[in-house]
């Protein structure tokens, strides 16, 4: 098993972000994902990383014997397991149960425009929803409610009981068409804006809900708002977002 770690200490570590993971749903925000983080001089560690308001850690998933401070993009699909690694990672949640509900919005750093590995990104986010629970909801949601999160989420806490959340996150399944439109949607700068607008509201909501009705124990464990924005400023586009909008 794996040794868990707090956010600080992953945070003292982290060398390269690869892939933020955000939900924003009836169930609650969470943000999640891989990095590369130094081990030593000549070894680095890929992480996988999770943080909900009451809830956050992170642990090593695979070490490599390479330089996180020298590696370039190239190298890492075109020499190292990361790839391999992070879709194997997946497949062991799905397989022992402790799947992930299908992200909102998914953040990369590399470019369309700039980057001749963003097909490989793409291919690999396209794992990360078809590996996820709930795609079917997630995708149908954002159909209805586009670059809404605000709106979808108070539809969602108005119209659906727990017992409609679970069955619409079981049936999940989605065809290769419905996968790649969520995917390519789910990476727009835009939708990424809107939806890290609505993480904001739902995290600093679910806190005060736990205030309001005197819950002292979540309360002491709960990672505010401004406590979870170094996490997402790893990821450099995050870290421009939060800084130009009025988060």
Known sequence: MPRKMQIEEFLRYVAIPLFGLGVVGAVGPRFMGFALGRASPEKTNLYWFTASPFEQYAHSIRQYKFSADAVTADELYAVHTIEKDIISFLEDLKKNDKGYAT????????????????????????????????????????????????????????????????????????????????????????????????????????????????????????????????????????????????L
Do not use: C
């Not at 159909?143 to 999160?149: C, E, G, L, Q, S």
């Not at 806490?157 to 989605?174: C, F, G, I």
């Open 103 to 246: 992200p909102t919005f998914i953040i990369t750093d590399f470019d369309p425009k700039l980057d001749d590995n963003f097909h490989k990104s793409i291919a690999l986010v396209s794992e990360i929803v078809n590996h996820s629970t709930g795609g079917r909801h997630t995708l149908d949601k954002l159909r209805k409610f586009p670059m809404r999160a605000i709106d979808r989420m108070s539809f969602e806490l108005n119209s659906a009981t727990d017992k409609e959340v679970r069955q619409t996150a079981r049936a999940s399944e989605l065809g290769f068409k419905d996968v790649l439109e969520l995917t390519m949607t789910i990476v727009q700068p835009e939708h990424i804006t809107a939806e890290l607008k609505g993480m904001m509201v739902s995290w600093t909501g679910i806190i005060k809900h736990q205030i309001d009705t005197g819950n002292f124990y979540k309360i002491n464990k709960a990672m505010s708002w401004r406590q979870v924005l170094p996490l997402l400023s790893i990821f450099p586009k995050l870290a421009k977002i939060s800084k130009s909008s009025p």
